[in-house]
């Protein structure tokens, strides 16, 4: 789904900031991807998200080398790809209900046909009763929650979430992974990106380390 | 009514298409439930627009757009009552003529009036022909000369007015020859000096307004631009979600272009409906106020304050070229700001 070749990183004139990443993103796979603060972690998920681009390598996500995709054909392949952003990427003016239907909003469907999903959806991450609240009023979990929602709505076929557990307790983090992790089972391939080692040691994924700019795998 | 789930649906298999029906994501007990509500719920849908409504940079562009579109109205229907006004000088003035007589020995006046008038209806377009009497000659003549004065003493000019048929054009030339043969000491004043200079006054003030107005929407243009693009900048945010959740660069042009035109519209509409306001508190002010010195020095300058059919009709246009505008200008700045997002291949930092 996602193949990296070589693929090198830097911003403006600086070092290096990843270097000759060589990997894949299999179909219905399921990685933790983690390496101390600064390591690049996010840099490597906005390569994956193609919001960055290499400079150099080769980076082929769906089977297409990303340097061909053109703008039209970019909207597709995004809706594809489910992000869960560190800052969560909430929009303020809206509801719970309408943040978590947007991918769907966009893309055309008719509201009576996802209706039942999203409040199934937002039933199931525990803010059923929240749906009608505006993200400012949410605390830091629900927002983490309601991002996740968003990104899981479409049914990705991939899920890049970044730090998706960072701001919430132990007991909420480990039901959300069990989320991601029956997500997997449902065939999305999941990508999470995460420094808490004890989260990840609960739980039997791939690692994919990032170490000064260079990654290490752990099948 | 929100529904709440009663049970998660199947769990599908890996190689199910993605994106027919909804995989259940996690066990219902995982999370807390919950409770079902009692009595009404508030109805869920999305019908929040996409674009937020009330940001303080949206309400401080629709000021600008308002207070722009005021003055280019302003402008556009002061030009057009000063072209209005020059265009009735210019006609009222080229509706009539002067015959003058000088008096000469041996020329008896009555005579030569009576022949004058003669000679000016005998050309076509010449409506009515009126002699100034010496009682009228001698209130011209007052500011000069004094109350009490006895025309007859005096050798004063006789002067004939001749009235012009409308869109009527005789032949001045003709009938200048006529007079200078038939009545000595006659002329004609066609009043060419004046209308050259009323023309050439009333070219130059139109002018000037046009230039004026030019300016005026220059600036209007430029101000919605870069407020819309001010306004536009705090929006960042929701365009790069939309972007990240699929959305096409066509979908949040047409959404930022939708909200900005309704905005545009508002703007421009309280803009336009102000001046028009103005202009028709103006009219009915000066028609309240005939008779009185200021407001006879005002028409005399300015006309009735009426804008006629054109300028309601020009502040209609400038109104939909600003809402136009602004509108343009969000697509054009949303579609550089998206299509950067998009561009891949010119995004490496």
């Known amino acids: 789904m996602i193949k990296f070749e070589n693929v090198g990183l830097r911003y403006g004139l600086g070092p290096e900031v990843l270097s000759d990443l060589t990997f894949q993103i299999k179909p219905n796979s399921m990685q933790f991807l983690t390496g101390p603060s600064g390591a690049g972690k996010t840099s490597l998920l906005r390569l994956m998200l193609m919001s960055l681009r290499p400079t150099r390598g080769l980076v082929t996500v769906f089977g297409k080398d990303a340097a061909s995709i053109t703008p039209e054909q970019l909207p597709a392949i995004r809706r594809k790809i489910g992000v869960v952003f560190q800052d969560f990427r909430l929009l303020d003016h809206l509801t719970t209900y309408e943040n978590v239907a947007l991918p769907l909003r966009v893309r055309g469907s008719s509201e009576s046909s996802y209706r039942s999903d999203v409040t199934d959806l937002l039933g199931w991450v525990g803010l059923g009763e929240r749906m009608h609240v505006l993200p400012p009023v949410l605390s830091g979990g629900e927002k983490q929650r309601v991002a996740i929602a968003r990104a899981l709505i479409d049914q990705p076929d991939i899920l890049l979430a970044d730090e998706p557990t960072g701001n919430v307790d132990p007991p909420l983090a480990r039901r959300l992974m069990r989320l991601f992790l029956e997500l997997h089972r449902s065939g999305t391939a999941v990508i999470l990106a995460t420094h808490d080692l004890g989260l990840m040691d609960q739980f039997n994924a791939r690692r994919l380390v990032l170490n000064q700019g260079r990654l290490q795998i752990y099948d | ?349």
């Open chain 2, 1 to 349: 009514m929100t529904k709440a789930p009663e049970k998660p649906t199947p769990v599908p298999k890996p190689d199910q298409q993605v994106g027919s029906q909804p995989r259940p994501i996690i066990e219902a007990e995982n999370f807390a439930q919950p409770p079902k509500r009692k009595g009404r719920t508030k109805r869920l849908h999305s019908g929040s627009e996409i674009v937020p409504t009330e940001t303080i940079a949206g309400q401080a562009l629709m000021f600008v757009i308002a207070i722009m579109s005021f003055l280019a109205c302003l402008t556009l229907g002061t030009v057009t009552i000063i072209n209005q006004t020059a265009h009735d000088w210019q006609s009222d003035i080229s509706r009539e003529v002067t015959i003058q007589i000088r008096p000469f020995d041996n020329v008896e006046m009555d005579k030569a009036v009576r022949e004058a008038s003669k000679i000016a209806l005998g050309f076509e377009g010449i409506s009515k022909v009126i002699a100034l009497n010496d009682d009228a000659a001698a209130k011209l003549l007052e500011p000069w000369l004094g109350t009490g004065l006895n025309i007859e003493e005096l050798p004063v000019p006789k002067l004939l007015t001749v009235t012009i048929e409308s869109d009527a054009k005789p032949d001045f030339e003709a009938m200048r020859e006529a007079l200078k043969v038939n009545v000595p000491g006659s002329s004609l004043d066609d009043h060419r000096a004046w209308v050259d200079r009323l023309n050439t006054m009333a070219w130059a003030m139109v002018m000037v307004g046009i230039s004026i107005f030019s300016l005026v929407m220059a600036a209007t243009i430029l101000t919605v631009i870069f407020a819309t693009r001010g306004a536009m900048d705090s929006n960042r945010n929701v365009v790069e979600v939309l972007h990240f959740v699929g959305a096409d660069a066509g979908f949040i042009s047409n959404e930022f272009q939708q909200h900005f035109l309704k905005l545009g519209l508002k703007g421009a509409a309280s803009g336009g409906a102000a001046a028009t306001l103005l202009f028709i508190a103006l009219g009915l002010w000066s028609s309240a106020s005939i008779g009185t010195p200021q407001a006879d020095q005002i028409k005399a300058l300015f006309g009735t304050f009426s804008l006629g059919l054109s300028g309601y009709i020009g502040i209609i246009i400038v109104l939909v070229l600003i809402a136009f505008l602004t509108a343009l200008t969000t697509r054009i700045t949303v579609h550089r700001y998206v299509n950067s997002l998009y561009s891949y291949n010119s995004g490496g930092k």
